[in-house]
C-alpha cells in the first residue's frame, strides 16, 4: 500500500474531506511553512563565502553584484510559481515537480533537458552540503582541542570521518516517505541559519569594533599585491558563481508549492513566501558579503565564520559551526527529497508488477508511531547517501565546488525555463517589448553563468594538483 493509499484509508468515511483537488492527501503548508522551507533552501553553506566573493569584487560591484542577484532571482521566482498549474495559474491541473512545470507549458524534449539540470544540480547541492558540513564539524573539534591544549597544540579533524557521521544521520533521514514530512526539520534548520549568520555577523563587528583595520579597497583584491593579473580573472568569475550558488533555490521551488494548502491559491501564496524568502535572505547576505569583507579585507577566507579561527571566544564560534551543521542536516533533505521521489516514481512507473520495488507496510515504531516502511526505499537512498559522500571525501574543495554547482544552475533553472514558462503562458509575442527585455536577461545571465563555470573550474584544477584525497588535517 502506499503512503498517499494509507492516509487516505485512514480517514475512513471522510476519505474524500481528506484529499485534494488530485485525490491525493490535503495539503496542509502555509504562507509561513513555504517561507522555512525557502530560507532554509537559500541560506545554506552559500552564505558562508560571500566574504570572499565581495573581496574578490570589491565595494562598489560586490554588492551591486548581490542585489542584482537577489532581483533576477525573486523576479524569476515570481514567474515560477505561476507555472505550479496549467494551463491556468489558479484553476489549472497540479504539477508536483519542476520537471512536470516544464512539461506541461514546453514539452518534453526540455523537460529532458530541465531534469537533467535540475537532478545535476541537487545531487550537487548534497555534496557540497556533506563538505560543508564536516568542516563546521571539524572546527569544533579542533577548536575545543586548542583551547583544552593550548593554541600551539598540532590539533587535527579528519574531515573523513565527521563526513562519515554525516552520512548515518542522513540514512535515517532520508527514510522519511516523501516532501511533505519534512517541515519540522525545515523550520528547525530555517532557525538554524539565522543564528549562525546572526554570529558571523556580531564577531566580524567585534573584530572590526577591536581596532585592527583589514585592507580594503573599492575593486577588491589589489594586482601585484594579492593576486596576479590572471588569478584576478579567475577569481571575479568564481565568485559570481559562488554568488549565484548563494541564491540557489528554484530547482525545487515548486516541489515546495507543492506542499501548499490549496486556499487561498497556491500561486499568490507562494509569491508571498519567496518575498519574504529572498528578502530576508539578502538582508543576511548584504551583511554578511560587507561586514565580513571590512573584517578581514582582502584576505577574506573561503569560509566566513571558520575564519574567525579558533580562539576566544571559542565556545560562540563552536556554536556558530554547530548551528550550520543542524541547519545543512535539514537542507539536505529539502534537496535529497526531490530526487527521491524522481527516481522512486520513475522506476515504480517502469516496473509496476515488481512485488519488491512496490512493497510498502506499515510498522510501529516507538515515539514515531505508524511508519510507512519499504525495502526498496531504504537500499536505494541508502546507496545515495553513501556514494555522494564518497565524492565528497574525494573532492573536498568548498569555494570551488559551490561556485560550480551556482554557475551550472542558475541560468537554466533560475532564469531560462521561468522565462520561457511565463512566456508561454502569458502568450508573449515575438519581437514584443517583452518578448525583448525578458531575452536579454536570459542571455546576460547566460553569459554570467558561463563566464563563473569557467572560473570554478580553473580554481578546482588548481586544488588537484596539490590534493591527496582522505588526508587528516
Request: aromatic fraction near 14%; proline fraction near 4%.
Amino acid at each position: 500500500m502506499s503512503v498517499d493509499a494509507f492516509q487516505i484509508a485512514e480517514s475512513g468515511d471522510g476519505a474524500l474531506k481528506d484529499v485534494d483537488d488530485d485525490g491525493r492527501p490535503r495539503r496542509t503548508g502555509t504562507l509561513i511553512t513555504a517561507s522555512a522551507h525557502i530560507i532554509t533552501a537559500v541560506i545554506g553553506s552559500g552564505v558562508l563565502s560571500l566574504a570572499w566573493a565581495i573581496a574578490q569584487l570589491g565595494w562598489i560591484i560586490g554588492p551591486t553584484v548581490l542585489i542584482a542577484f537577489s532581483l533576477i532571482t525573486w523576479f524569476c521566482s515570481s514567474l515560477l510559481t505561476d507555472c505550479y498549474r496549467a494551463p491556468d495559474p489558479v484553476h489549472g491541473k497540479r504539477n508536483y515537480t519542476y520537471g512536470h512545470a516544464v512539461r506541461a507549458y514546453l514539452g518534453d524534449v526540455k523537460y529532458r533537458f530541465c531534469s537533467l539540470a535540475q537532478y545535476v544540480n541537487l545531487v550537487g547541492v548534497t555534496i557540497g552540503y556533506t563538505i560543508t558540513t564536516a568542516i563546521s564539524m571539524g572546527a569544533v573539534k579542533r577548536s575545543n582541542c586548542f583551547h583544552r591544549l593550548g593554541h600551539k597544540s598540532p590539533c587535527k579533524a579528519a574531515d573523513t570521518t565527521n563526513m562519515i557521521i554525516f552520512a548515518a544521520i542522513q540514512i535515517c533521514l532520508s527514510q522519511l516517505p516523501n516532501f511533505h514530512e519534512l517541515s519540522f526539520l525545515s523550520l528547525l534548520a530555517a532557525v538554524m541559519s539565522i543564528t549562525y549568520s546572526t554570529i558571523g555577523l556580531a564577531l566580524a563587528i567585534a573584530k572590526i569594533a577591536g581596532g585592527v583595520h583589514s585592507r580594503t579597497s573599492l575593486t577588491g583584491v589589489t594586482i601585484g599585491m594579492d593576486v596576479t593579473a590572471t588569478e584576478k580573472i579567475w577569481r571575479t568569475f568564481q565568485s559570481l558563481g559562488d554568488i549565484a550558488f548563494a541564491y540557489s533555490y528554484s530547482n525545487v521551488l515548486i516541489e515546495i508549492q507543492d506542499t501548499l494548502k490549496s486556499s487561498p491559491p497556491e500561486n499568490k501564496v507562494m509569491k508571498k513566501a519567496t518575498s519574504i524568502g529572498v528578502s530576508t535572505t539578502t538582508i543576511f547576505y548584504m551583511l554578511c558579503g560587507m561586514l565580513g569583507y571590512a573584517a578581514f579585507g582582502n584576505e577574506a577566507p573561503g569560509n566566513f565564520l571558520t575564519g574567525f579561527g579558533f580562539f576566544d571566544p571559542f565556545w560562540l564560534i563552536d556554536i556558530g559551526n554547530v548551528c550550520i551543521a543542524v541547519h545543512l542536516i535539514g537542507a539536505y533533505q529539502v534537496f535529497a527529497q526531490p530526487i527521491f521521489q524522481f527516481f522512486e516514481n520513475y522506476v515504480r512507473n517502469r516496473y509496476p508488477d515488481n512485488g519488491f520495488i512496490n512493497s510498502e507496510r506499515i510498522i510501529k515504531l516507538p515515539i514515531i508511531g505508524k511508519f510507512p516502511f519499504s525495502p526498496f526505499r531504504m537500499i536505494w537512498r541508502t546507496m545515495y547517501v553513501v556514494v555522494t559522500t564518497l565524492v565528497a571525501m574525494i573532492f573536498p574543495f568548498f569555494n570551488d565546488f559551490l561556485g560550480l554547482i551556482g554557475a551550472l544552475s542558475f541560468w537554466p533553472l533560475t532564469v531560462y525555463f521561468p522565462v520561457e514558462m511565463y512566456k508561454k503562458q502569458s502568450q508573449v509575442q515575438k519581437f514584443s517589448k517583452t518578448w525583448f527585455w525578458l531575452n536579454t536577461l536570459s542571455f546576460g545571465c547566460l553569459i554570467i553563468s558561463i563566464l563563473a563555470a569557467c572560473g570554478s573550474i580553473q580554481g578546482l584544477i588548481q586544488a588537484l594538483a596539490h590534493y591527496k584525497p582522505f588526508k587528516v588535517s
